[in-house]
């Protein structure tokens, strides 16, 4: 039964890891804009077009 | 009517058809061209008619080749990369964000663009050998996005964010969890082997958890308890710190002692409910701001006029703080004159209406003092400083001490009401009790003692407010009524007087009636007038213009236009001439009428008539004057003079009070006058010629046409197209202290539930830790359905 203190200590560890995570993300800033990334996440497809097809500019248009 | 493929505007005045598409005017047009070029189409893709017409006055920011100023905007400036954050307020869609971090596609100097959109700025990296700051902010301005540079940039550089609220949250959640996870093996107590074996590392650990929340997390419960102590008062966060102390306490002495548990789980999850309440609270419109002065208005730099050693005339960009009096200054179309200063060459058509609300412009004639915070309308102006800048008039007025002082702390809420009672109440029950079992049982007396102060923590009562007033902070931001924090809310409910300002609060910025009054015009004097008015770029002829019929407009042989005075135009050998009464009949009888706003007309040097412009009032004004009226003392402060009075006297209730001529002093005095006489007085105004009004006022409103242009400094800021529910909000302000009030009645009775416990000696923790979140989780919900329930109303207005 002595097993418990290495799961234990895995347990806190583990719980532990994650909190240092959370952390380290508010202090990076991730939390301070949270609305931007979901509208951002969307263009990512579009941006490699328009580069490639500089001369059928107009026939670019997406149906959205 | 086309609508315009940019911005989505209708095509009124110009219509201009490329790659058929419509476009309002050659901005729209220009951005379209610069956009298609580049591939950037997909911008109109995106979202429909996403754009922003550009505006830019030449050489607005060529104060940006100075270096000294430049190297006060960036941010980070090394080698090859510089690294600037603007603020960008015309942004509005995810159009706008996908454009703004293309912008490398237009320039190759920029390097990467990143938007934040809640703060409405933008971050912008790039290397300064292919494009420098200026031109970048005309790049910028080119597409319709011109940042907003001011003197406040200038002042303050890095403001750090306060996250430790977070933190604190986090460390309490992940305390609380690992605490909750270690005592579930102790909640029922039973005697088995390894439990028993294992139960010292367990309380242990629990102790080491609870550590960073009673110390780190709990921390801000101690010291506002402390400093309410010192002033002498009870607040809420006495019981508070009292009831984490003892839980903290008793539970160590009993692990230390091997008597229990001790109540760690309780302990932790108290501190995270509360910092939850906290954090709820807490919504900021982080683009918005709540705290602004002058210098959010002021440029940052100004052009001076030097001589060289050969009499040449140099323009120089300097810094405002570095204006000297005596200094020659260039004031162009649409600046703000920055200082206290003489007029020396050039017509000055100064707006005041930002210090002093009233809406003419000012002629000037030189050698005339201009003061800072007028905006020149016109041609260019050369004047002279007569006094540095933190000694102008208007720096001055900020310098009345109302701006410094913090209202809050003057403010006694509800909840500090109630704690002062709640503390003594529960002081002399745990006193009572002890006595009793003094008495009765000495053994058992700390323990009661103990868990009276444990059980009486007033978690829920805690949470009632913050719960209940963050809602209803975020319903009245769905109702575009934008509050800088929940406390505001209390204070609406209780005030008794509301006093108005007049222009641009209950009249409407952009919307003027306009009547003829005189002889008839015949149809090739109407023609003869809208074509020449065409030709004006004055702002009442561009008004005058808009209403007026233009069917037959046709050239002109002549035309003159006398800044300041009117214009003058021939055609077919009929003359026109438009303008001042002065400039149209040589004489001025506007003596008896001067409080109008008017243009005259002379047809071949005979008299016809004039327009008249008339503020137009914002609509449904007399039935929120009727609404507020039943219960509240309105006041109307107007910084024009009376002309308008008789019409408001018809229109607004006989209560109503008006008082014109008013300067902001004036308005300050008058609003301090009526919280003397006991009155709590919210001020709604919009200029900065409220802003000493709207400081001294309990609450004070700024009126915005538009959330993304700057308002003063104040407690809220309403969006004007919803001044008229303005009393829905005054109904459920009052409710929602209904409902804090009801919540207070529920958690004392999950209070008076857990004291029988408690004084009888029974205080299990397992009791403890099941009460706890359930009363406050049970408090939690009935505040939010309640508000939501009340906000509902709201929305049907």
């Not at chain 2, 160590?252 to 939850?276: K, M, P, Q, R, Y």
């Not at chain 2, 204006?323 to 200063?341: S, T, V, W, Y």
Request: glycine residues 6%; aromatic residues 12%; charged residues 20%.
């Amino acid at each position: 039964m002595n097993i418990i203190y290495l799961l234990l200590a895995l347990s806190v560890l583990v719980a532990l890891i994650f909190f240092v995570a959370f952390i380290f993300s508010v202090k990076k800033g991730q939390y301070d804009d949270v609305y931007t990334p979901s509208v951002r996440m969307l263009f990512d497809d579009e941006l490699v077009k328009p580069k490639s097809s500089k001369s059928s500019s107009t026939k670019n248009k997406k149906s959205n | 009517m086309k609508n315009c493929f940019h911005c989505g505007e209708a095509c009124k005045n110009e219509h201009l058809v490329f790659q058929e598409k419509d476009f309002c005017c050659h901005g729209c047009k220009t951005v379209y061209e610069i956009l298609n070029e580049s591939d950037l189409t997909y911008y109109y893709d995106l979202q429909e008619k996403p754009g922003i017409s550009p505006v830019t006055s030449e050489g607005k920011f060529d104060f940006l080749d100075n270096k000294e100023i430049a190297e006060k905007l960036l941010e980070f400036n090394e080698g090859n990369t510089q690294i600037v954050n603007f603020l960008v307020p015309s942004m509005h869609c995810s159009s706008c964000i996908w454009v703004l971090e293309n912008l490398g596609k237009l320039n190759n100097g920029v390097k990467s663009a990143q938007v934040d959109f809640p703060k409405k700025t933008v971050r912008i990296s790039f290397s300064p050998e292919k494009i420098n700051l200026k031109e970048l902010v005309y790049l910028l301005s080119k597409i319709g996005y011109e940042p907003y540079i001011s003197l406040k940039d200038y002042d303050e550089r890095d403001h750090k964010v306060d996250r430790s609220l977070i933190y604190k949250l986090g460390v309490a959640g992940f305390a609380f969890g690992n605490v909750m996870f270690l005592s579930f093996p102790e909640y029922f107590e039973v005697k088995e082997f390894w439990l028993e074996q294992f139960k010292h590392l367990f309380r242990w650990l629990m102790f080491a958890f609870s550590l960073p929340v009673v110390f780190y997390s709990g921390s801000g419960y101690f010291v506002s308890a402390y400093k309410g102590l010192r002033a002498k008062i009870l607040n809420i966060d006495v019981p508070i710190a009292l009831g984490i102390a003892v839980l903290f306490i008793r539970s160590t002495t009993e692990i230390l002692l091997d008597l229990g548990t001790g109540f760690f789980d309780s302990l932790t999850g108290l501190v995270f409910f509360l910092l939850l309440g906290k954090f709820f609270q807490q919504k900021t419109y982080s683009y918005l701001s709540f705290e602004r002065d002058y210098k959010s208005y002021f440029p940052m730099a100004v052009t001076r006029l030097t001589k060289n050693n050969s009499n040449e005339s140099l323009e120089e960009q300097i810094q405002v703080y570095k204006i000297k009096a005596g200094d020659r200054i260039l004031i162009r179309n649409g600046e703000l004159i920055p200082i206290d200063a003489v007029l020396i060459k050039g017509q000055a058509n100064i707006d005041y209406s930002f210090v002093t609300g009233e809406a003419e412009v000012v002629r000037k004639e030189s050698g005339e003092t201009l003061y800072a915070g007028g905006r020149q309308q016109g041609g260019v102006l050369e004047i002279e400083a007569i006094k540095a800048i933190d000694q102008s008039y208007l720096t001055k007025l900020w310098s009345n001490e109302v701006f410094d002082k913090d209202k809050n702390s003057e403010f006694q809420t509800l909840i500090n009401q109630i704690s002062k009672r709640f503390t003594t109440g529960v002081l002399s029950i745990a006193f009572t009790a002890t006595l009793f079992w003094l008495i009765y049982d000495p053994s058992k007396a700390l323990n009661v003692f103990t868990a009276v102060l444990i059980i009486a923590c007033p978690c829920a009562i805690a949470l009632a407010t913050p719960f209940t007033l963050g809602n209803l902070l975020r319903i009245f931001g769905r109702n575009k009524f934008y509050l800088k924090e929940a406390s505001v809310i209390e204070q609406i409910a209780k005030i008794d007087c509301v006093v108005f300002d007049k222009t641009g609060t209950i009249t409407s910025n952009n919307k003027t009636e306009i009547f003829y009054e005189g002889l008839k015009l015949n149809t090739e004097e109407q023609s003869l007038l809208s074509s020449s008015l065409r030709a004006s770029s004055h702002p009442l002829s561009r008004q005058l213009y808009q209403i007026l019929d233009k069917n037959n407009i046709q050239g002109l042989d002549e035309f003159q236009e006398y800044t300041g005075q009117g214009i003058s135009a021939e055609t077919n050998g009929n003359r026109i001439k438009i303008g001042s009464e002065t400039f149209v009949r040589d004489f001025s009888t506007e003596t008896k009428e001067l409080n109008k706003t008017s243009v005259h007309i002379s047809s071949n040097e005979e008299y016809k008539g004039c327009y008249v412009f008339k503020n137009s009032y914002r609509e449904g004004l007399a039935q929120l004057f009727k609404e507020l009226g039943e219960s509240k003392k309105l006041f109307i402060l107007s910084g024009d003079n009376d002309g308008e009075k008789e019409r408001l006297e018809k229109m607004l209730p006989l209560t109503t009070r008006f008082y014109f001529n008013q300067k902001p002093d004036d308005k300050l005095a008058f609003i301090k006058k009526l919280q003397e006489e006991g009155k709590l007085v919210m001020m709604i105004g919009d200029g900065l010629n409220d802003a000493g009004a709207l400081a001294q006022s309990n609450v004070g409103i700024a009126i915005s046409e538009n959330i993304n242009v700057f308002s003063p400094a104040c407690d809220g800021i309403l969006e004007a197209s919803n001044l008229p529910q303005l009393s829905k909000y005054f109904q459920l302000s009052a409710k929602g202290i209904k409902i804090i009030k009801w919540s207070f009645v529920l958690s004392l009775c999950y209070n008076a539930i857990g004291l029988a416990f408690a004084v009888t000696g029974n205080l299990m923790p397992v009791i403890a830790a099941i009460l706890m979140p359930l009363s406050s989780i049970s408090i939690v919900a009935f505040a939010t359905l309640a508000t939501n329930l009340a906000g509902k109303k709201l929305k049907r207005y």
